[in-house]
């Protein structure tokens, strides 16, 4: 059905109305019958994975900055 569809535009424009260092640019949306679809650059760095299995533990005060950085994001989503 359209709800999908109306669900994906609605989230589309969220992203795309909010600028916050922590969040990534969304650059396209779209359906692929019956797939939705984002379109995200490409950034450089590691995944957390990657850098946990080279790494080995993440420290606690290094998982903390990460947290920060994730509520950080979140709280500019949730604000608009």
């Known amino acids: ?8 535009k609605r ?3 969220v992203a795309a109305s909010v600028s916050q260092a922590n969040l990534v640019s969304l650059l ?5 019958e019956p797939c939705p679809f984002l379109v995200l650059p490409l950034l450089p760095g590691k995944t ?3 850098i946990r299995q080279t790494s080995g533990q993440i420290a606690v005060p290094q998982a903390l900055w990460y947290v ?3 509520a ?3 709280a500019a989503l949730h604000t608009t």
Do not use: F
């Open 11 to 13: 989230e589309a424009q």
């Open 48 to 50: 957390l994975e990657q």
């Open 1 to 8: 059905g359209n709800l999908p569809q109306a669900l994906l």
């Open 72 to 74: 950080a994001a979140l």
């Open 28 to 32: 396209d949306a779209g359906l692929h």
């Open 68 to 70: 920060r950085q994730v």
